[in-house]
């Protein structure tokens, strides 16, 4: 069996006005439809796809809708219902009776006109040697609607795009987040670890003496926040839209960073044979809540999706990955082995009270996780991610073919693909 990794490419739509307009008026459609069978789902307490299509299906296909859309339509009903019953199941709508999730429960489920909907490929196809779409819309179908994308996702859309995508309308753009699932490659034995520690003050720090700063980004964020506060104060429903818009903003600034780090990270241990040790997510989890002042600076969804990128541009290019034990790499001498509390000096600094080493802090660590991750390996341990990471990542991934709505798609968009 070989064993796919799930990943999403993003292209952008670049409509004429007219095809723009069919486009937004397929979309009102099928989201009413929407939350009309979310209607019916809710009042007839009738949730699973195919008990649904009975109750509305006909009705779908009187509306004028293909019977593929009609299908879909139901489809992305019924998954939002289950999201919402696992939102609810981990308590991200709070206890049983609070307001939030009495709320949620006591109506149905509603869709915003321009929700995200999936297409299969009876409704849209893609013509890759012209870079264009056809698409089916309610006013008939649309053909040569060119899109953009950078050439690594070309490639990847040409080799494993599979199954469907979905039509999504943001700030005014059109996108396609479309489906691909790329095969691991198979893994090699590795000479050797990279090391990899990953901060806040630098992102990634290498045993190769690499540093990824985080200057850029950490202003970056600082200025977003400063302009947060500013909307934040002034509590009006355009503000609230900014602010909205501000934070998606942020997220795809972080993930294009995380991304090339990885990427960086990835290449470099494979052009030099060579496997990725990394500390377990839990214990960068636990790094960032020690460190209260820095906390607002970056939050732990960063770091984990650092982590989860590093983790699955690996697995696509056969590079193996370990995850060592965090505790006390930042604090023990990667020369002499020398464990202890006063070896680190400063946020910066590293200096051994055993053989008077000096180094930069994140390198002696980095160096510390790649020594471990080595006798992790020789262990006989399998290179293999947490089950938790690496469950989560799939879950994302798919998640997002079926996203109902574009925050959830957004957070694991991965268009830069290698
Ligand atoms: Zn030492």
Redesign the pocket.
């Known amino acids: 069996m070989v064993v796919g990794v799930k990943t999403v490419v993003q292209v952008k739509l670049r409509p004429d006005a007219g095809q723009a307009c069919a486009l937004e008026a397929t979309l009102r459609t099928v989201n009413e439809a929407a939350c009309w069978v979310s209607a019916v789902a809710f009042e007839r307490r009738v949730f699973r796809e195919y008990a649904l299509r009975r109750h509305a299906y006909g009705e779908l296909k009187a509306r004028g809708l293909g019977s593929q859309a009609a299908q879909h339509v139901i489809k992305k009903t019924c998954h939002a219902y289950a999201t919402l019953r696992a939102n609810i199941k981990a308590g991200n709508l709070g206890r049983p009776g609070s307001k939030r999730r009495v709320k949620a429960e006591s109506r149905p489920v509603r869709f915003r006109p321009d929700a995200a909907q999936p297409f299969d490929d009876r409704c849209l196809s893609w013509q890759l040697d012209t870079s264009t779409v056809s698409i089916w819309t309610t006013a008939g179908r649309l053909r040569g609607i060119p899109f953009a994308c950078s050439p690594d996702a070309l490639k990847t859309l040409t080799r494993y795009r599979q199954g469907e995508s979905d039509l999504l309308h943001r700030d005014g753009a059109w996108y396609l987040y479309a489906t691909c699932d790329v095969p691991e490659a198979a893994q090699y034995e590795p000479s050797g670890f990279l090391g990899v520690d990953l901060g806040i003050v630098n992102i990634a720090t290498t045993s190769d003496g690499a540093i990824m700063a985080g200057r850029k980004l950490n202003r970056y964020r600082r200025r977003q926040r400063d302009l947060r506060r500013k909307l934040q104060a002034r509590h009006t429903a355009s503000a609230r839209r900014l602010l909205a818009k501000r934070c998606r903003k942020e997220a795809r600034f972080a993930r294009d960073v995380n991304h090339y780090i990885a990427k960086k990270i990835v290449t470099e241990a494979e052009r030099t044979s060579r496997g990725i040790a990394l500390e377990d997510l839990g214990g960068i989890r636990e790094r960032v809540r020690l460190r209260k002042p820095q906390r607002v600076t970056l939050s732990s969804w960063a770091f984990a999706q650092l982590g989860s990128f590093i983790g699955y541009k690996a697995l696509r290019a056969g590079v193996p990955v370990v995850y060592v034990d965090p505790a006390w790499t930042s604090r023990t001498?990667a020369?002499?082995g020398?464990a202890g509390r006063r070896n680190r000096v400063s946020q910066a600094l590293f200096t051994?009270r055993?053989?008077g080493?000096v180094a930069h802090a994140d390198r002696n660590a980095s160096r510390n996780i790649a020594a471990r991750g080595k006798v992790a390996w020789d262990a006989g341990r399998e290179s293999r991610a947490p089950a938790t990471a690496r469950h989560g990542q799939r879950l994302d991934a798919a998640a997002s073919i079926t996203a109902s709505d574009a925050l959830a798609a957004s957070s694991v968009l991965q268009d830069r693909v290698s």
């Open positions: 001498c020369d002499c020398h051994c055993n053989c080493v």
